[in-house]
Structures are given as structure tokens and as C-alpha cells.
């Protein structure tokens, strides 16, 4: 039987067994490589990587243990005796407040290793927003060294080595400072703003609050008590109510309100139903049956705004004149118009995971709610109510379209992306009425308030559209939209809305800032403040954005 034995090992598995003891004999070390950078549309880095070093207890054996040290003592270590500490790389973000945007990066999960081949256990890779969209390219490849160990697992030699390749730098459209500013803005009302160049749908800024600190994921502090408090941070970021990783201005769905009012003008426009010189008779009510439908000027102050045409309407953004409009459309056209804007389907931007949205139809609401369309619907559905739904980066998306002569363009966050952009067939006639509506809801008598003494400074009473925006006046458009059951008193909670476009006036070191750029503010309701307003919450906001881009850029 020994004879037997030893035939099998040195005969028939002899080269099995020797490849097996010469790979007892090596050991593979990986050499992560560094991760890639990502840049802001001036080529500032939005994220560095810092130097962490460890101390290795012993350098020659193969599992030493490592303590983390701080940069004096590991520079006093070099300098002896270099093979005594060991280097990584962490990630710091320089702007906590693109943490939704530009995301984190942690531990390879057992999920992720199955459904990519690329992963080994214990990478890193990205976890969220451009850190996962672009984590095969800001990965890089890792190296490796082979050295040849003894019996004892002690290093005897390096037999060979092949260097890491960092990853790639990454030149997003993103504004550093310019996020910073709209998110101080927003100071500590719930919201998004979303800030975008009207030429080509690059987007400078996208925050969304509550959000978090990317920071949280790296190990910062040598002090175990720091460290577990900086754990019990993120456990409690995950247990939030107010969903901090939730991106709202991607993922968030949100009835519209009177924002998509530009919408219904533009479809009663386009099929013929309205012209410049339509106009509809406000008189507070509006009586179908038994039904009442009431304009928000009626409800609030318990005035009326008599003989309104488009324009005018816009301005004062009546809500009697889009029932109307809706009505003579019909909600089939009215729901073409919406999806022309892209509602209803993504966006197509970068990172994920976003929201289609909702633009209801008769035939939808029949089939998922099983219910007949009314008149009713019809109208809500033309004030952006009722089951219409939009994210806010649709919202922008709509006046960046309106903005660009009608072409509107895919969002993007990184410039190497090839955005798509595409007519929508509106004719400029009707595109100029609907600005000229909107230049006025940021004029005297309008909705926009913050706005009135710039236009009233930089508006000609003999100017034309364009050439009063040239000039730098600001074209907008306010909403408070309505969601969720009514109180005790029959008043539902409301979020603000404004969007707006405006060629600033930029001088000093911006000087390659966007010609002209949109803006969408959405100001959430919440417990301290149900009733948030498009004029009062979210235009200041603007306001405050467009101020620092004059005086600061």
C-alpha cells in the first residue's frame, strides 16, 4: 500500500502536488491602486485622497498586525525605517453638501462581488451617486508584489512586481461654490435647488437637504471613542425620518403646483385652443354641477381678477383661466404636452435612482384606480394638481426647454457624457408669450416679489422679451402646490415652488459662467411650517442665489 501511495504522489499527481508547495512557497501582496478624482467644472478637485498611515508590527511577517498612527509619527518612522509603515488612501469630500451628488465609497458587499466579476473581497468601491455611476473608471487597477515566504510564513525576497495604475479624473459640470451658496440659501427649510446651464442642461448645482456627510464613511480620528461616535452617526443617518440619502431632487415625486401652468399654456398655444388675445372672465368660482372650483386669490383673500388674458394669467398665475385652458385642451393633450417636457419618464441623468413621475389620463385612471375621468380631473391636472406628479429635475428640465427656444437637453453631471438634446417642435411665438408672462410674474403686480425692484430696474416699458432679458431681467414662475388630506379647517399642506431663468451679469474670476442659467427651488412643508409658498419661501431663495452670483463671481 506504501508503494501504492507514493506511485500516486510521484507518478500520477506528482506536478499537482509540486505546483501546490511552490505556491506554499509565494505570496501575492496586493497594491491598491489610488482612486480616481473628481473635478468641478473649473478643474478644482470635489474629493481628495488622503494619506493614512499604520504602523506594522512586524515588517517581514506576512499578517503583522497594523495600528493606524498620525502623520508626525509615521514621518519619524520613514525615516529609520520606511518598511515600518504602510500607506492607504482615504476619501474626503471637500463639499459636504454634494454628498447626495457625489456620494461615498465603502466595503465590497458579498452582493456586489456576484454581480461584478471586476471586485475582489475587501475593495472599495462606490456607493452612491457619481461614486458608483463612474466606479470602474475612478477605480483603476490594482498591483501586486510577490515575494517568497518560509516555512514560517516570513518574507524571504521579492520576486517580482507589477505597479498599480490609479484611476481616472473625473471633470464633472458641478459648481463647489456655487452648491455651497444655494445650500446655505436653503438654510434649514427641507428642499432642492437645482441650478443649470439653459444651453446644454449641465447642471452646476443639485442639493438636496436633508442630506449627510460623505465624511462620515471614512475613518478620520485615531481615538476609539471619536471613531465610535462617527459609527453611531451614520446608524442614526440610516434611522432618520427625514431620509437624508434620499435624493429629492432625483428621486422625489412631487405635485407640481402652479409651475406646470406654463405647461398647459403652451398646450392650449400649440393646438389652437388659446391666443395672445383669448382671455376668460375671473370671478372667484368656477361652477360645474355641483362642483366649485376656486381660484387661490378667491380662497385666500376673497378677491377676483376680472378679464384676464395669457399673458396676465401667467403673471398672476390665475387659476380660473387654466381651468379653462385645461378644459378646451382635454386632459389627452394636455397629458402629450407634459410628456413633449419629458415628464413621466427619466431623465436619463448620470446617477440613480430616479422617478418617472405620474402624468394621469383618463385611460390610467380608469385602468389603476377604476374610476371614470371628470371635468374635475381635467382641471386639477392643468394647475399641476390631482394625480399630476414631477421630480424637481424634470421641473428644471421643462424651463430649461423653455429657456433654449424650445430645444430642450438631457441633464448632466459630467462633462465627458454625451447629453442628448432635441427640439420640441414649439413655435418661438409662443414661447416669447409665455416669457413675456413670466417677466411679468417677477414685475410688480406678479407673484415673485423678491424679484420686482431688479425688473423694475432693468425692464424697458418699450423693450422686447428678449431684449428685457438680455438686459438681465428675470423670467419666473411661482406655485404653491397642495398635497395630502385637509385639516379640521379644509386646508391641505403645501410645498413652494419656483423656477426661473436669467442671463446674470458675472464679472471677475467666473468669467467662463454660463450665458444664461435656470433655476428650480422646490421648499418642502414640514412640521414646524405646513404651508410653505412659491413667493415667500422659495423665491427668496433664488433671489439670494442670483445675488451672490453677481456680487461674488
Request: with cysteine; net charge negative; proline share 3%.
Amino acid at each position: 500500500m506504501v508503494v501504492l501511495r507514493l506511485a500516486d504522489i510521484q507518478l500520477l499527481r506528482g506536478d499537482f502536488f509540486n505546483n501546490l508547495s511552490q505556491d506554499n512557497r509565494f505570496y501575492t501582496l496586493p497594491i491598491k491602486a489610488q482612486r480616481g478624482v473628481l473635478l468641478d467644472r473649473y478643474d478644482q478637485p470635489l474629493v481628495q485622497n488622503k494619506l493614512v498611515y499604520s504602523l506594522v508590527s512586524d515588517p517581514k511577517v506576512l499578517y503583522a498586525n497594523l495600528q493606524v498612527i498620525g502623520r508626525d509619527e509615521a514621518l519619524a518612522h520613514l525615516a529609520t525605517n520606511s518598511a515600518m509603515v504602510m500607506k492607504n488612501h482615504a476619501r474626503y469630500l471637500k463639499y459636504p453638501q454634494l454628498s447626495s451628488v457625489i456620494g461615498y465609497v465603502g466595503e465590497v458587499t458579498a452582493e456586489e462581488l456576484e454581480e461584478r466579476a471586476d471586485l475582489k473581497p475587501h475593495d472599495w468601491v462606490g456607493k452612491l451617486g457619481l461614486e458608483k455611476a463612474f466606479d470602474g473608471q475612478l477605480r483603476g487597477e490594482d498591483g501586486k508584489e510577490v515575494f517568497e515566504i518560509s516555512a514560517t510564513s516570513k518574507k524571504q525576497r521579492s520576486v517580482s512586481r507589477i505597479e498599480q495604475v490609479s484611476g481616472e479624473n473625473i471633470k464633472t459640470t458641478l459648481d463647489a461654490q456655487l452648491s455651497k451658496i444655494a445650500e446655505e440659501a436653503l438654510g434649514e427649510q427641507r428642499g432642492v435647488v437645482i441650478i443649470a446651464d439653459a444651453k446644454n442642461g449641465e447642471i452646476l448645482s443639485l442639493v438636496t437637504k436633508p442630506s449627510f456627510d460623505a465624511n462620515l464613511f471614512t475613518k478620520n480620528s485615531l481615538d476609539e471613542e471619536a471613531d465610535r461616535a462617527r459609527r453611531q452617526q451614520i446608524a442614526g443617518l440610516f434611522a432618520d425620518e427625514g431620509q437624508p440619502f434620499f435624493n429629492r431632487a432625483i428621486a422625489g415625486a412631487y405635485p407640481p403646483g402652479s409651475v406646470f401652468k406654463l405647461v398647459t399654456a403652451l398646450a392650449g398655444l400649440e393646438y389652437g385652443e388659446v391666443d395672445r388675445g383669448t382671455t376668460v372672465l375671473d370671478e372667484g368660482i368656477l361652477k360645474v354641477g355641483e362642483s366649485e372650483f376656486r381660484s387661490w386669490f378667491y380662497w385666500n383673500y376673497g378677491k377676483t381678477e376680472g378679464l384676464l388674458d395669457l399673458r396676465r394669467a401667467i403673471m398672476r398665475s390665475n387659476d380660473i383661466f387654466f381651468y379653462k385652458v385645461a378644459e378646451w385642451v382635454g386632459a389627452e393633450r394636455l397629458a402629450e404636452m407634459a410628456k413633449v417636457f419629458g415628464f413621466g419618464d427619466y431623465t436619463g441623468i448620470e446617477i440613480g435612482p430616479e422617478t418617472r413621475g405620474l402624468v394621469p389620463t383618463p385611460e390610467w385612471k380608469e385602468r389603476t384606480i377604476g374610476e371614470k375621468w371628470y371635468l374635475g380631473n381635467t382641471y386639477h391636472m392643468g394647475i399641476g394638481q390631482g394625480d399630476v406628479l414631477t421630480s424637481p429635475l424634470q421641473i428644471n428640465g421643462m424651463i430649461q426647454a423653455v429657456a433654449n427656444e424650445g430645444v430642450w437637453c438631457q441633464p448632466k453631471l459630467v462633462m465627458e457624457s454625451k447629453g442628448e438634446c432635441r427640439g420640441l417642435g414649439l413655435a418661438p411665438e409662443n414661447l416669447e408669450l409665455v416669457l413675456s408672462g413670466m417677466l411679468d410674474a417677477c414685475s410688480s403686480g406678479g407673484t415673485a416679489f423678491p424679484f420686482f425692484e431688479r425688473n423694475g430696474k432693468l425692464r424697458s416699458e418699450a423693450g422686447s422679451v428678449m431684449g428685457d432679458i438680455h438686459a438681465g431681467a428675470v423670467a419666473c414662475k411661482t406655485g404653491t402646490a397642495e398635497f395630502g388630506a385637509a385639516d379640521e379647517r379644509g386646508y391641505k399642506s403645501t410645498h413652494g415652488w419656483l423656477v426661473m431663468m436669467v442671463e446674470p451679469k458675472v464679472v471677475g474670476k467666473k468669467e467662463n459662467f454660463p450665458k444664461k442659467i435656470v433655476i428650480t427651488v422646490l421648499v418642502e412643508s414640514d412640521e414646524n411650517d405646513s404651508f410653505k409658498e412659491g413667493s415667500y419661501d422659495a423665491a427668496p431663495v433664488a433671489a439670494e442665489i442670483l445675488e451672490f452670483i453677481e456680487g461674488n463671481y
